[in-house]
């Protein structure tokens, strides 16, 4: 069970770092029978989503001339799917993205896309780690023939 | 990225709905759409999941039987989460809820406006979507009344209403969420249901209660009873008797009983409306008629109406009660001026404060009251659009005024336009002028006065009538600037139910004047969603106010459903040439509903809310016809394609009881209650 105490120190960490608020926990609640991975399918889902608009926002804040309305509408998404999960610091920091977004400011925008990045790349390293130790809380409570 | 369908299969589990119930959910983002996705199965529904809206809309356009519910997120690459839910509430008339994680006001006054039955805020909690059913079963009453009298489904049956409907019917009893507007619906529905005890009600709180055969009222059967009752007098209609004169199988004496207690609020309503309008008349200095003096006081009286401190009394109160109260107001503060007219209608006015019923019966006799009521009504009707800003209260008036006023209108235009359609016209004008001074308000009393004088005549007279004033309104209305159309044609009956603010109103039409009158219009703010308000006065006007792309606001569907009117030729004739006068002078494309409803008879697919107002078409209240609202819509369309009046409607509608709803929340909400309680003719579907 030194994975089980390690998941649970993990979790504890994030939600008192605020790196995740109370919508992560309505999620795990949300896991029972009928959706045994439901926690799994999300985090991972929001990984990989959020990777792939990070990248998105960093070629477009790389052109000489920011189309505004599109980085707009990505950070939207990622604000989005970031309160679905529960990322709280990812979600506050798209905020903030986002009012630099509308006051046009290439600068702002592209300081707090680093911000963003790096919130988004500490949750998802933490988010990954709790898969594998969910996976090995698992598989000593069900060991597998 | 999920792109799918999973399916729900169709009438899996309907039976225990809400168990069971069918959702499409579209969400671009995938996070958020899996756990939605969750969520929803954890309460037990049928879930289809697609993350583009296009796929979503060919879902539903494939099978529109195989949903319940769509929620639907509001940014989409592919389309606008607005867009989606327009076409949505229009195609299909199901019940629409968007999602976003922005909240602000004016994005989720937005989503109201343009029909949605409700917005929710991401992360979505699971409480939140547990009552999602109850926009089901909403709209299902809603569109239940328009049914035939032999109906004798249960209430129960499960639901694919929309909750959001205003309509009058029953409700499942499902207990208000949150003070959002959409929820307001839900409260109005409650109390709708609580009031409506007789034997038309529905109650379908217990799906296993036993059946018992409901009695609705459809446009024809109500038509019949009007008639009936006006042939009998309003004084003397008693049941008993009614129920020979209508001579309809099944129908027993407590139906029409119930039925006639809530015609006669309805009249008092009107009536309390007309009288504002007589005043309005009166002051103008109406000339022969009554009813056309009715209506300039009605207009000016109207105006003076919107005063802040009148209109705060009519917000106040909602529609349900204050209908005394305003239309006490009115008739203080208009002028009611009218030489040998004001008298009449001052006496007018002050049975518009009462029952309308003696209105009613007497109308032939008495065309200063019954002018007098109409204008009141619409001047009610009208100021309490024009004190929202003109939609919704409008939207408001209109809904309430329809339930009392197709009665009412149509028994004072007939009875007080007489032949003088043409004289009508002229003081309409000059009635209008007046109300064109004030602001909104006089919008509203274009209104009113319009469904005042369209009235005049019996079989035709209202639709004439109407049309003079209308078009005087019309262009008068333009003067006033930001009115809506509410101002615009009132028919008779018309219950401009959504103002725009930025239409002319019908007024517009005015020039079309002469012919028949319209029998109203129905402004709809081009967001409005589906909502089709139906008119009382026999136009049903389908409105899909649903989740308006204007506003998800109200997008109540308001379905006119001119039942009436198609039975009138001549109302159609006359309507339908208004319309396209109306529309073509109206910017917006505002459709007459006449036209609509000629088309409306036969179509109207998108039934959102079927108000059948069934007037009665047969006493010659035109004013139903007349009466039809003019629909305004941002569509820019065909003005006089059915669709585009209804998608007009819709808009309009929406945007008018987004507005309403948004400016006078609680005002709206009691509007809604009384509505729905009073109004087995009227159905605002929002």
């Known amino acids: ?145 | 990225m999920r792109t799918e369908e999973r399916n729900g299969v169709a009438g899996a589990g309907r039976d225990q709905f809400p168990v069971g119930m069918r959702v499409l959910a579209v969400d671009d983002d995938p996070v958020c759409l899996k756990v939605l996705e969750t969520l929803l199965r954890r309460c037990q529904y049928h879930v289809t999941t697609t993350n583009q809206a296009v796929i979503a809309l060919r879902m539903l356009r494939e099978n529109r039987e195989m949903f319940d519910l769509v929620i639907s997120d509001v940014h989409m690459p592919d389309m606008d989460g607005f867009k989606l839910l327009e076409l949505v509430g229009l195609e299909m008339d199901l019940p629409v809820i968007m999602l976003s994680v922005n909240g602000e006001t004016k994005t989720v006054m937005k989503g109201i406006t343009h029909g949605a039955c409700d917005y929710l805020l991401k992360p979505v909690r699971i409480e939140e979507l547990r009552n999602i059913w109850q926009h089901v079963v909403r709209r299902k009453f809603s569109t239940r009344e328009c049914v035939t009298l032999d109906t004798y489904e249960e209430c129960n049956k499960p639901l694919s209403a929309d909750s959001d409907y205003a309509y009058g019917q029953v409700t499942c009893g499902s207990p208000d969420q949150s003070g959002r507007p959409s929820k307001k619906r839900k409260e109005y529905h409650s109390e709708e249901e609580d009031e409506d005890e007789d034997s038309n009600g529905q109650d379908n709180d217990d799906p296993s209660a036993p059946k018992r055969p409901r009695v609705v009222w459809s446009v024809e059967l109500h038509r019949k009873f009007v008639a009936a009752v006006n042939h009998l007098g309003i004084d003397k209609a008693v049941p008993k008797r009614i129920l020979e004169l209508m001579n309809v199988e099944k129908l027993t004496r407590e139906n029409v009983a119930s039925h006639l207690q809530k015609y006669r609020l309805y009249l008092r309503r009107l009536s309390a409306v007309a009288s504002q309008q007589a005043g309005i008349v009166a002051a103008l200095g109406g000339r022969d008629p009554f009813l056309r003096m009715d209506a300039f006081e009605g207009l000016q009286g109207y105006q003076a109406f919107t005063s802040p401190a009148a209109l705060s009394s009519f917000s106040a109160h909602g529609l349900s009660s204050p209908r005394n109260n305003q239309a006490a107001v009115v008739i203080q503060g208009r002028s009611i001026h009218t030489g040998s007219v004001s008298s009449t209608t001052n006496n007018s006015i002050g049975d518009a404060n009462k029952y309308h019923l003696s209105l009613q019966g007497n109308q032939h006799g008495k065309l200063a009251q019954g002018l007098a009521t109409s204008l009141g009504q619409a001047q009610l009707q009208q100021k309490w659009m024009n004190e929202d800003n003109g939609d919704l209260s409008a939207i408001l008036c209109g809904n309430s005024l329809v339930k009392g006023m197709p009665s009412t209108l149509r028994s004072v235009t007939s009875s007080t336009l007489l032949p003088q359609d043409q004289v009508e016209c002229t003081q309409a004008k000059v009635a209008i002028q007046p109300s064109i001074r004030a602001p909104p308000a006089s919008l509203e009393l274009l209104e009113g006065a319009v469904g005042a004088s369209s009235d005049p005549l019996e079989s035709r007279v209202s639709q004439q009538g109407a049309l003079p004033l209308c078009g005087f309104s019309g262009s008068r209305l333009p003067v006033h600037g930001p009115f809506n159309n509410n101002g615009a044609t009132r028919l008779g009956d018309a219950f401009s139910a959504s103002f725009r603010p930025t239409n002319d109103l019908t007024v517009a039409r005015g020039s079309k004047v002469g012919a028949s009158s319209f029998g109203g219009t129905i402004h709809l703010s081009p967001d409005t969603e589906q909502k089709y308000w139906s008119f009382g006065s026999g136009n049903s006007f389908r409105q899909k106010a649903d989740e308006s792309s204007a506003d998800s606001l109200l997008d109540p569907k308001l379905v006119w459903s001119s039942s009436q009117l198609t039975s009138n030729v001549d109302a159609h004739h006359s309507m339908s040439q208004r319309s396209n006068n109306c529309s073509i002078n109206i910017g917006h494309g505002a459709r007459m509903f006449g036209q609509i409803s000629a088309n409306a008879s036969p179509v109207v697919p998108q039934a959102k809310i079927d108000f059948l107002f069934s007037g009665d078409t047969s006493m010659a209240r035109n004013a139903s016809e007349s009466s039809i609202p003019r629909l305004q819509t941002e569509l820019s369309s065909s003005t006089c394609s059915f669709d585009g009046l209804l998608n007009s409607m819709i808009k309009v509608v929406t945007q008018l009881i987004s507005l309403y709803l948004v400016y006078h929340p609680s005002y709206f909400k009691e509007q809604n209650q009384f509505l729905e309680a009073r109004n087995p003719f009227l159905f605002i579907i929002i």
């Open chain 1, 1 to 145: 069970m030194a994975a089980a105490m390690q998941l649970n120190t993990l979790m504890s960490n994030m939600f008192a770092t605020g790196l995740l608020d109370d919508q992560f926990q309505q999620l795990q609640m949300l896991q029972d029978p009928s959706a045994p991975d439901f926690v799994a399918e999300v985090v991972t889902l929001f990984c990989e989503d959020g990777e792939r608009i990070i990248g998105e926002l960093a070629k477009l804040l790389d052109k000489p001339a920011v189309d505004f309305d599109k980085v707009d509408a990505f950070v939207h998404q990622l604000k989005g799917s970031s309160a679905s999960v529960g990322a709280q610091r990812v979600k506050n920091t798209c905020i903030q993205f986002r009012e630099f977004c509308q006051g046009k400011s290439r600068d702002g925008c592209l300081k707090t896309l680093d911000a963003v990045r790096n919130d988004f790349y500490d949750l998802r390293s933490k988010f990954q780690t709790m898969l594998q130790l969910e996976q090995q809380v698992q598989a000593s409570f069900y060991p597998k023939q």
